[in-house]
């Protein structure tokens, strides 16, 4: 019997966290077919939370449906990439001036507490190969995140997270081409300094820089996975 009302939500919320997590860090590779039959037997939950949870991935850009075949791991093509690439850079630009305009001290400090964090976890679990690390990921996210937080639209940094996530999964997807030779914690410093020192115009052009950047780096990424 399948669980329904709050249960099967809470189900549906969990489901959603491990995809998520097993997707952002490449073990579902693009394309791959997310059966409901397999994914009962690989999570042990029914079916209707893992459809709620793969429509939450859907709504993320994580996974497509695919008609009425079901769903599979979303593409990560160049394309894909360079408009993701071109999206946040227009959106989270905007979320930065406003949050620059508005911001408090509880707002500076939200970004040094989240710099020095992100600063001091290596990108990679391995010295040798690029391996990613879920908790740099995560700190990465809250920095960004953090820069932005103050400008005073909820549904806004909804989107950037989105965003941000996807662009993650980029970034391991890529085995990270080019992370020794890339010094990304200055450009982290960089840019927490614009936007402390309220600088509106360098601080979105640092940002649109590192984006930019990191849009390179991917997009080598999945030119080498492809050769």
């Given amino acids: 019997m399948e669980l329904v009302g709050s249960s099967a939500k809470t189900l549906a919320t969990k489901a959603a966290d491990v995809?998520?997590?097993s997707i952002l860090g490449g073990a579902d590779a693009p394309g791959t077919r997310l059966g409901i039959d397999e994914l009962k037997r690989r999570l042990g939950m029914g079916a209707s939370p893992l459809r709620e949870a793969l429509?939450?991935?859907?709504a993320e850009g994580l996974v497509q449906r695919i008609d009425q075949r079901g769903f599979r791991v979303a593409r990560a093509d160049r394309a894909e990439l360079a408009d993701l690439i071109r999206t946040r850079c227009l959106i989270e630009g905007a979320a930065l001036r406003a949050a620059i305009a508005g911001g408090d001290l509880a707002w500076e400090e939200r970004i040094v507490v989240a710099l020095h964090r992100v600063s001091r976890l290596p990108r990679s679990l391995s010295s040798a190969h690029y391996a990613p690390n879920p908790d740099w990921d995560e700190a990465h996210?809250?920095?960004h995140l953090a820069l932005i937080s103050a400008c005073g639209a909820a549904t806004l940094l909804d989107i950037c997270k989105t965003l941000h996530q996807r662009a993650t999964r980029f970034r391991n997807l890529s085995n990270a081409v080019g992370w020794r030779e890339r010094d990304v914690a200055s450009e982290h410093a960089a840019l927490a300094k614009a936007a402390l020192e309220r600088r509106?115009?360098?601080a979105?052009?640092?940002l649109e820089a590192h984006?930019?950047?990191t849009g390179t780096v991917l997009d080598g990424g999945i030119e080498a996975g492809a050769g």
Avoid: G
């Fill in 55 to 58: 429509n939450l991935l859907v």
């Fill in 204 to 206: 979105v052009h640092l």
């Fill in 211 to 213: 984006y930019q950047r």
């Fill in 200 to 202: 509106p115009d360098e």
């Fill in 19 to 21: 995809l998520r997590a």
């Fill in 141 to 143: 996210q809250a920095f």
